[in-house]
């Protein structure tokens, strides 16, 4: 009795292995030495992307390929390294993707692409540009370098972004700012909602412009700003008592507002076609 | 979410007014998207006919003999005359019934054109030709692109083509924007955002490495 329960034991064993390795994803990993102000450029189509600050003179890739539908095709230029999924016939988005966990130099400049995504970097200083299709894109404690992303419906998240210039422009995916500052944050949203939650602090510029989505705006109440907001068609609404400031802009009860706060040392720009445009104050507790 | 969870939740979610969640199930599914462009377009209609105003006495008399043929509604007999003010239930039930389903109906389409405390826009089209006009028609290089889209990756076209389209009209509003208002700069930074955002699309959909 025994040895059959062993025998029915070790069956189930092999069977279990042998569909492991049958499906077994293939693992690789890619060393690079780099100088300073290095660039990485991935091209991933499905998949995720995480990049990380980690050793100075040394780029680390780590991949996961999900298929033999999918190869890496991996160089280097000096400090410039490129790295591309390369989709053989037959790949779809499952066959097709691949994972990476990359780590780099603080100082490196990353490129992203990625349809599916998701994109994540953080703790960087160097330049960051992402380009997705509908991944969602989490960029977080970056500070000091150009922040590019463009997305068409992914959801974009950026947090604790300081002294940086940020551009980001999404079509239809929201866009979610926390505590981002610099002295340039602009973004261009068509049907996506943009929230803004921060102090507008840096004595920068601030552009959060959008067709149809809606813009909130959440700052505290010593915040030092000069700010314009209008919506054509939608409401606009301030939680704030706003110094008035002399102004060709067209102010109208409802649908548009100017004025300065402390010492408006920021330039803030609320404008949206046919959203609702709220600028909150912080409630402090 | 499911389709079944985003019918359930469409009265409440007119345009404008609906959550992230619903945004995304639309953008997604394609079934869901017919459902609400026809339900737009029969709302645009029901406003049409709003308009149309009352028929003329005779077609309601021709609708009374037709119903009187049919016997679904009787003149009444003398016995009945007695009591002319009690309304004859089948014919209240006969009538009543189409009529409420009617208002139901138009009742339906009304709340979710406007949606949950939502003002009906000033200049809302109320014709048929206004609403097609909303819509920009694709130009033949979006067309070309759509096309390549297709080819390389069918599953994305109809993404692509939700996408032109909303550039197309954020570049009609911002361009109608900058013609009444020249010298207004919130205008022509609507009308640069837009032509930024039509560039992206296209960037997107050429560069070799995505769909």
């Known amino acids: 009795m025994l040895s059959r329960q062993r025998a029915a034991q070790l069956v189930v064993v092999v069977v279990l292995v042998g569909v492991v390795l049958a499906t077994a994803e293939d693992r690789k990993e890619f060393r690079f030495k780099v100088r300073k102000g290095a660039s990485i450029s991935v091209v991933n189509q499905y998949g995720p992307i995480s990049v990380k600050a980690g050793a100075r003179k040394e780029v680390l890739v780590t991949a996961i390929l999900h298929s033999d539908k999918v190869e890496i095709d991996q160089g280097q230029s000096g400090s410039r390294i490129t790295l591309l999924s390369h989709l053989l016939p037959g790949a779809d988005a499952t066959s097709g993707q691949v994972e990476y966990q990359i780590v780099v130099p603080a100082d490196a400049s990353v490129t992203l692409h990625s349809t599916t995504g998701p994109l994540h970097v953080e703790k960087l200083h160097g330049d960051v540009i992402l380009e997705s299709n509908t991944a969602n894109v989490d960029l977080r404690d970056l500070a000091d370098g150009h922040v590019h992303v463009k997305t068409l419906n992914g959801l974009v998240t950026l947090t604790n972004i300081v002294d940086g210039h940020v ?13 981002v500052s610099g002295p340039l944050v602009e973004v261009n949203s068509s049907s996506g909602r943009i929230n803004y939650d921060g102090d507008f ?3 920068g510029e601030y552009s959060l412009t959008s067709h149809t989505g809606d813009i909130e705006a959440t700052a505290p109440g010593d915040a030092s700003i000069d700010v314009t907001a209008r919506s054509e068609q939608g409401k606009v609404i301030s939680d704030f008592s706003l110094q008035p400031k002399h102004t060709s802009f067209p102010i109208r009860a409802g649908s548009a507002f100017a004025g300065t706060m402390g010492k408006a040392a920021s330039s803030v720009r609320l404008f949206s076609f046919s959203g609702k445009i709220h600028l909150k104050k912080r409630q402090t507790n | 979410m499911t389709c079944a969870e985003f019918e ?6 007119s345009e404008g007014n609906r959550e992230f969640e ?5 953008r997604s599914c394609s079934a869901c998207r017919s459902l609400v462009a026809d ?6 209609q029901a406003r049409a006919l709003q308009d149309c105003g009352d028929p003329s006495p005779r077609v309601w008399n021709s609708i009374e003999i037709a119903l009187t043929r049919e016997g ?18 089948r014919w209240s039930s006969a009538w009543l019934l189409p009529v409420a389903a009617a208002l139901l109906v138009t009742a339906g389409v009304v709340r979710y054109e406007r949606g949950p405390g939502q003002r009906v826009m000033p200049n809302a089209p109320t014709t048929t030709a206004q609403v097609a006009s909303m819509r920009p028609e694709p130009s033949p290089d979006d067309r070309q692109l759509i096309e390549s889209v297709a080819l390389r990756s069918p599953a994305m076209k109809a993404s692509y083509e939700a996408n032109l389209q909303d550039v197309n009209s954020y570049i009609r509003d911002a361009e109608q924007s900058v013609k009444n208002n020249p010298n207004d700069e919130a205008a022509q930074q609507y009308l640069s955002n837009a032509y930024e955002q039509r560039e992206m699309v296209y960037e997107m959909a050429e560069e070799r490495s995505l769909p």
């Open chain 2, 72 to 89: 679904i509604i009787r003149q009444p007999s003398r016995g009945e005359l007695a009591s002319v003010h009690r309304f004859p239930s």
């Open chain 1, 167 to 179: 551009e980001i422009t999404s079509l239809g995916g929201d866009v979610m700012l926390n505590a």
């Open chain 2, 8 to 13: 359930q939740a469409l009265p409440d979610a």
């Open chain 2, 22 to 26: 619903h945004e995304q199930h639309l």
């Open chain 1, 201 to 203: 602090g840096g004595e």
């Open chain 2, 39 to 44: 339900l737009n377009a029969i709302s645009q």
